[in-house]
Every structure is written in structure tokens, then in C-alpha cells.
């Protein structure tokens, strides 16, 4: 896997209806689906939200590729969860070698639980692949107003969100130069067990600090210079107003929350 593979916290800027929803629209209608997704029970609901889910995908023209190439990084992961689920879930019994046991309840789970993560996971991209940090700070810092009114650093937390966000893509392609810059010094990441490929990433990880401690220097610097102080008093040049299409997509994320929970009362 590359490092170039990991697209999280990219933005992939369009003309299409997701691009120009409002930033709060798409951060509550992203809360629905994984609230609707924890709720999906068995396979009529999982289709349900698989064909929501494809349509988003289709509307924001993102590309297939580019959500594939974003669940490399994830695989493991995904694979480790589907692993636990099948070989530790109890019930009926259908297969076993030693301590090792798969049951039916464990194969429908994995299953189910693969799907799960994986719809997570692409709403996710979604969300970043179609909403600039800036917008995505600005739809958060209003939907956490009202925490204000009990001293939450609301503006803060937001703009931490936004520059760690806005970061992840430049510290891969600064961890990718320093490999291809080490590779060809001699070293070598790919070779060795697993204890001796992380021991070869020690000698990585040092000039990566320092990189990322510069960067966050010069950003305070340049915060600074423009004499940030926070968010009060701040003026926005982009005013969030929801909009008749943004009313209309929360309705049928309620909708479609609403729908799954009947759909789970069925056993579908």
C-alpha cells in the first residue's frame, strides 16, 4: 500500500448539489446515516443503506476509484474485525480445528459487520471529499454555538478539527519523500518481519517530527502576523443559510432513520 492511498481529509472541489450543500446539512445528514447504520439489523436494511450510500456517491462524482483507493489503509483493520467476529461469536457450531471454532451467528456477524465499517468508513470520505476544511470548521463552529453559552472553547475546537484535517494529506506527501529519500540511502521498509519493518520506521519518524513541528511553527507565525485572536469578533466571507434543498435532505435522512427503525422492528 502506498502512502499516496490514504486520501483521508482531502478535498475534491465540484459544482455538484453535495459540493454546494450547506456544511451543517452534511455533517447532520452524515450523524443520520451512521445513527440509521448502527440501527440496520439484517439484509433488507443493509441493501437499503448500500443504495443510499451509492446514489450519494453517484450525485457527488467523486469516482469509485477514489473511495476504493481511500479503503487500502483500512483493510487490515477491516479484516482483523471480520477475524474476531467470526471465530468468537457464540452459537451454532458449524466448523472446528482446535480452540478455533466458526459459528453461524459468527459468519453473520462478520459479514454484517465488514458492510458496517465499510459504509462508515465511505459516508466519511464523502463528507471530507465534498466539504472544504474551511466550510467543514464553519458548519461545526454553528452547530456547537449553543455550547457557548457554557464556556466551550466552540471556535477552537473547530479550527483544531479543520488544521489537523487540513494537514493529513501534507504530512503523507512529506512521510512518502523522506521513504523514497531513505530508499535511496539504502534503506529498507519492506523486508523483514513485522517487528523489524517497524524498527526500520524509527529512523522515519524523526525527521517527520521535526517537519511537522516546523510546519506547525511557521502556521502559528503566520496566524499570528494576521493577528488571530480566536473567534470573536470574527466576520465569515461565506454566510451559512440552509437552503430549500438542505431542508429537504434532512427531511429524508429522518426519513431514512425512521425507515430502518421499522425495517429493524420487522427483523428486516
Known sequence: MALRDITLGQYFPGRTILHRMDPRTKLLLTILYITALFLA?????????????????????????????????????ILITALLNLFYTPG???????????????????IFMVF??????????LLTYTTSPILLTDGLERLLGPLKKIRVPVHELAMIMS??????PTLIEETDKIMSAQTARGADFDSG???????????LLVPLFISAFRRADELAVAMECRCYHGGEGRTRLRV???????????FLGAALVALIVALRRFGL
Open 41 to 77: 439489523r439484517w439484509v433488507v436494511s443493509y441493501a437499503v443503506l448500500i443504495v443510499v450510500l451509492a446514489v450519494m456517491a453517484a450525485v457527488s462524482k467523486v469516482g469509485l476509484k477514489a473511495i476504493v483507493r481511500g479503503m487500502k489503509p483500512v483493510v487490515v483493520i
Open 92 to 110: 451454532r457450531e458449524i466448523w472446528r480445528w482446535g480452540f478455533l471454532h466458526i459459528t453461524a451467528e459468527g459468519v453473520q456477524t462478520a
Open 116 to 125: 458496517r465499517i465499510l459504509l462508515l468508513i465511505t459516508c466519511t470520505f
Open 163 to 168: 488544521i489537523a484535517l487540513r494537514f493529513i
Open 193 to 203: 518481519n513485522l517487528i523489524q519493518r517497524a524498527k526500520a520506521l524509527i529512523p
Open 240 to 250: 451559512l443559510k440552509f437552503q430549500f434543498f438542505d431542508c429537504l435532505a434532512l
